[in-house]
């Protein structure tokens, strides 16, 4: 592939972007089974939290804004979305900051993986929780580090960035999918 797109909001999602070597060179999404959109899925394999999907050790459980919001409630935080936890690590929060370093923690094992399987030269993280990158990215960028030697030995031209278009990312993609239908 020549980039992978996941959506860090309420479930993390993911497609791959591939380009078609021909006299075109055309860039295509990579969708899979039509009946199953790409997702990242059961990537912290050993994490005992069962997802919605029936398995145990989803990123969802563990790194989305449904994720944060659970653990928000499980640290007395009361009931709060994942921008009310962002809103307080800004103010310097110590279970809020937490929360996102946990979150981080997460989303660096599930990328590690994925790093390690594709070797993309780009990774794009978008979705609502994205809004917060700098309070979840240095944890995520530091055990990606530590698990993934594809990475490290290819940091220099291996990207990792937060989508420009954050939360709407999805929605553009989305809206754009008749545009590219492939057969």
């Not at 009931?79 to 809020?96: C, I, K, T």
């Not at 900051?97 to 794009?124: C, D, K, M, Q």
């Not at 698990?147 to 999805?170: C, F, H, M, P, W």
Request: with cysteine; glycine share 10%.
């Amino acid at each position: 592939p020549q980039s992978l797109r996941a959506c860090f909001g309420p479930a993390p999602g993911s497609g791959l972007l591939t380009r078609r070597v021909d006299s075109t060179l055309v860039s295509r999404v990579s969708r899979g089974s039509p009946a199953v959109p790409p997702c990242p899925g059961a990537l912290l394999e050993g994490l005992g939290r069962v997802c919605g999907c029936g398995n145990s050790g989803c990123v969802e459980k563990y790194a989305s804004a449904t994720a944060v919001a659970a653990m928000a409630r499980n640290l007395n935080l009361g009931d709060l979305s994942a921008l009310d936890v962002q809103r307080l690590a800004e103010q310097g929060n110590p279970r809020a900051l937490a929360i996102w370093r946990s979150a981080g923690e997460h989303l660096g094992t599930a990328l590690a993986t994925l790093i390690s399987v594709f070797n993309a030269p780009l990774y794009i993280l978008g979705g609502g929780a994205s809004a917060a990158w700098d309070y979840f990215a240095p944890a995520m960028f530091a055990e990606i580090e530590k698990r993934s030697l594809t990475y490290r030995l290819t940091r220099e031209t291996t990207k990792i960035v937060r989508a420009a278009l954050g939360s709407d990312a999805g929605l553009y993609g989305a809206a754009s999918l008749p545009l590219h239908h492939q057969r």
